[in-house]
């Protein structure tokens, strides 16, 4: 056996070395610079660490939970090849791939129902966790003895992948499967804010009693999940984690390849916390353009206060983007630097420039899903400030400070 996991890691780095891939980013990884620190070590992402996993899938039937982001790099750079390729490629045997939102190649709408089907690279048939199902069935899981997930997340609790988790994490508990997390750095990990999600308001874009913005990478978030007891009946489950090596929650992570068809770039990735509660607006946050997450606007903003213009028109991830073939006036935050809060300016500047205000929040209740309270579309309504807003949610955040730190894998 040592032979074969010896050989199996060579072939690996052969394969790894041969492959070629977007070769932007990850060399370029830097420590934030708000630490001073003169770290300048390559982070090392849970699914490269081979060494640490593949033993535990030697002669096993595996499940993966992946999508475009699942990936193998190398060390010193960021060529990588996909971890479904890699593993199968070691003789690793492969029998079902779950897909999230956006699907296992990534390039399905927010929002948009996916399919079962099958992988035609490889022939591996692929079960959506965002379509008919959002949890495996035991049906799904009767020919999997071992789940792998690894999923590039980026921190905020109405980012679905963090749901799935959860439904794959209470599946594996019920069929009594392991599960191995490959964990991966959150660009957003560096602090915590938001207003946590009140149970009555639980939905797949807010699970638990969490902020909107955690702080936790998806390996540690597994470990509060089990740890406080939020699956099913209290359901616990083997859980082993792949640490990402040379990290911590202060380091700058700039993501190699885009989480989602609308997160295209790091300004995005950034902003996602704070704009993404226009989703429950009439505002839009420039889907539809290639500045997705980096704008907002509308064509009812006052012209006045608002003179950045853009015309949402379909595309890649958003086949009927809102304002469709408008011209929305708003802001451009393409240039804004990583924030280390949750700015509600945004929020309360476009609904202030909103002649008809009872129009600005949709009807549907998303808002409140998405805010995981309706005390936020109050306090807007309201005329709250900022400060008075944030005011309301420091007992909570410090409350959630303490459990969080029971779970922690990384300074």
Same mark, same amino acid.
């Given at each position: 056996?040592?032979?074969?996991?010896?050989?199996?890691?060579?072939?690996?780095?052969?394969?790894? @070395?041969?492959?070629?891939?977007?070769?932007?980013?990850?060399?370029?990884?830097?420590?934030?610079?708000?630490?001073?620190?003169?770290? &300048?070590?390559?982070?090392?992402?849970?699914?490269?660490?081979?060494?640490?996993? @593949?033993?535990? @899938?030697?002669?096993?039937?595996?499940?993966?939970?992946?999508?475009?982001?699942?990936?193998?790099?190398?060390?010193?750079?960021?060529?990588?090849?996909? +971890?479904?390729?890699? +593993?199968?490629?070691?003789?690793?045997?492969?029998?079902?791939?779950?897909?999230?939102? $956006?699907?296992?190649?990534?390039?399905?709408?927010?929002?948009?129902?996916?399919?079962?089907?099958?992988?035609?690279?490889?022939?591996?048939?692929?079960?959506?966790?965002?379509?008919?199902?959002?949890?495996?069935?035991?049906? $799904?899981?009767?020919?999997?003895?071992?789940?792998?997930?690894?999923?590039?997340?980026?921190?905020?609790?109405?980012?679905?992948?963090?749901?799935?988790?959860?439904?794959?994490?209470?599946?594996?508990?019920?069929?009594?499967?392991?599960?191995?997390? +490959?964990?991966?750095?959150?660009?957003?990990? $560096?602090?915590?804010?938001?207003?946590?999600?009140?149970?009555?308001?639980?939905?797949?874009?807010?699970?638990?009693?969490?902020?909107?913005?955690?702080?936790?990478?998806?390996?540690?978030?597994?470990?509060?999940?089990?740890?406080?007891?939020?699956?099913?009946?209290?359901?616990?489950?083997?859980?082993?984690?792949?640490?990402?090596?040379?990290?911590?929650?202060?380091?700058?992570?700039?993501?190699?390849?885009?989480?989602?068809?609308?997160?295209?770039?790091? &300004?995005?990735?950034?902003?996602?916390?704070?704009?993404?509660?226009?989703?429950?607006?009439?505002?839009?946050?420039?889907?539809?353009?290639?500045?997705?997450?980096?704008?907002?606007?509308?064509?009812?903003?006052?012209?006045?206060?608002?003179?950045?213009?853009?015309?949402?028109?379909?595309?890649?991830?958003?086949?009927?983007?809102? $304002?469709?073939?408008?011209?929305?006036?708003?802001?451009?935050?393409?240039?804004?630097?990583?924030?280390?809060?949750?700015?509600?300016?945004?929020?309360?500047?476009?609904?202030?420039?909103?002649?008809?205000?009872?129009?600005?929040?949709?009807?549907?209740?998303?808002?409140?899903?998405?805010?995981?309270?309706?005390?936020?579309?109050?306090?807007?309504?309201?005329?709250?400030?900022?400060?008075?807003?944030?005011?309301?949610?420091?007992?909570? +955040?410090?409350?959630?400070?303490?459990?969080?730190?029971?779970?922690?894998?990384?300074?």
């Amino acid at each position: 056996m040592i032979l074969k996991f010896f050989k199996n890691t060579v072939l690996l780095f052969v394969f790894v @070395l041969m492959s070629c891939g977007n070769k932007s980013k990850l060399s370029a990884l830097k420590h934030n610079s708000s630490t001073k620190s003169k770290m &300048t070590k390559a982070i090392e992402v849970g699914a490269s660490r081979t060494d640490m996993y @593949l033993g535990q @899938l030697t002669n096993k039937r595996v499940g993966i939970v992946a999508n475009q982001t699942s990936v193998i790099y190398k060390t010193q750079d960021s060529t990588y090849t996909h +971890l479904v390729d890699s +593993l199968r490629r070691l003789g690793v045997t492969i029998t079902k791939v779950f897909a999230p939102e $956006h699907g296992f190649r990534g390039s399905a709408d927010a929002g948009e129902f996916v399919k079962d089907g099958i992988d035609t690279k490889t022939g591996v048939p692929i079960i959506s966790l965002y379509g008919s199902n959002k949890k495996p069935s035991a049906t $799904h899981l009767k020919t999997i003895d071992v789940m792998l997930f690894d999923i590039q997340d980026v921190g905020a609790r109405f980012y679905t992948y963090i749901s799935s988790l959860h439904f794959v994490m209470e599946a594996c508990a019920e069929a009594n499967i392991p599960i191995i997390i +490959l964990d991966r750095p959150n660009p957003n990990g $560096h602090y915590i804010d938001g207003p946590t999600l009140e149970p009555k308001h639980k939905s797949f874009v807010g699970m638990h009693p969490v902020p909107v913005v955690h702080g936790m990478t998806i390996g540690e978030y597994a470990k509060m999940i089990q740890g406080e007891g939020w699956l099913n009946n209290n359901a616990t489950t083997q859980l082993t984690v792949i640490p990402v090596k040379h990290y911590n929650h202060t380091r700058a992570y700039p993501i190699p390849i885009k989480p989602s068809p609308n997160l295209p770039n790091d &300004t995005a990735i950034h902003l996602y916390p704070s704009l993404c509660f226009f989703e429950g607006t009439t505002i839009s946050v420039g889907r539809g353009t290639d500045k997705q997450f980096q704008v907002y606007g509308a064509p009812f903003l006052n012209r006045t206060k608002f003179n950045y213009t853009f015309v949402p028109k379909p595309n890649t991830g958003a086949k009927y983007p809102k $304002h469709q073939g408008k011209q929305c006036v708003g802001v451009d935050l393409s240039n804004e630097k990583p924030l280390n809060k949750i700015n509600l300016k945004y929020l309360i500047e476009a609904y202030q420039g909103t002649a008809n205000k009872n129009d600005f929040f949709i009807k549907n209740g998303f808002f409140t899903k998405l805010a995981g309270t309706t005390k936020l579309q109050e306090q807007i309504e309201n005329n709250l400030t900022e400060a008075e807003i944030k005011a309301t949610w420091q007992e909570d +955040l410090e409350a959630f400070k303490q459990i969080r730190a029971q779970y922690l894998i990384y300074d």
